[in-house]
């Protein structure tokens, strides 16, 4: 299976940055994330898809 990489920059992809935010409770913004992850965004085009998937992180748990 293929992952999909969220910022090439800093090859992150989807399972890590999802996995981040799942760790911090989806409360984190994309930026204070990749920060938990010891990285910082460099061109910032993937800002808006780690921000979604924080979101999406953060409406699983509270629907939990």
């Not at 996995?19 to 993937?46: D, H, I, W």
């Amino acid at each position: 299976e293929t992952e999909m990489y969220i910022c090439l920059c800093n090859a992150l992809n989807e399972n890590t940055v999802r996995e981040a935010a799942r760790n911090n409770k989806g409360s984190f913004s994309a930026v204070k994330l990749y920060e938990t992850l010891g990285v910082k965004p460099q061109c910032g085009m993937c800002l808006c898809d780690a921000q979604n998937i924080c979101d999406n992180e953060k409406q699983n748990l509270n629907s939990q």
